[in-house]
């Protein structure tokens, strides 16, 4: 059985993963809306994907006897002052989220919730890829390159190329 801080812990990460799906939504709002459709192809892609890691832990709480409730997602809004605050909101928020991971694999350590450690690994390698791609994009936008042409160097995504 889960002990109880960490199934709080996880629960509460249900409502940051779905906080990062609306987040990566409003910054695919943005690019779509100034015609950057590849830029916001990203965001939507990304969109998913933070949905499926809220779900891979409802899964994994359902799977360990927990009915997990569903905490409230942040609302987002478009309002960027430009690209650049966008990309370097999305590398803030990965990089909190995986401060938060890492608290988890403290939490599940301490309390030897040994079968919660390859989910929580699983989102630790996840992170690094998340926070790669991101520092890509601050990166790609800091060159200075059109936005428009910047759009045939964005990063390959981690999920396609796994196929997923
Ligand atoms: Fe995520
Ligand atoms: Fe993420």
Known sequence: MLSQEL???????????FSAHNH???????????????????????????????????????????APRIPEARAAAPDFESA????????EAERSVTAQFERMMEIALKAQDFRAVPLIEWFLNEQIE??????KLVDLVESGLNLFQAQSFLPARGGEEAGA
Not at 7 to 17: F, K, M, R, S, V
Not at 61 to 66: E, G, H
Not at 130 to 135: D, F, G, K, T, Y
């Open 7 to 17: 199934t709080q812990a996880l629960e509460a990460q249900i409502g940051h993963e």
């Open 24 to 66: 990566y939504l409003a910054i695919a709002v943005y690019f779509e809306s100034r015609s950057l459709d590849g830029w916001a192809a990203f965001f939507f892609a990304q969109a998913e994907e933070e949905r499926a890691h809220a779900m891979k832990i409802v899964r994994f709480l359902l799977d360990n006897d927990v």
């Open 130 to 135: 998340e926070e790669s791609s991101m520092q």
């Open 84 to 91: 650049l605050e966008a990309v370097r909101s999305a590398l």
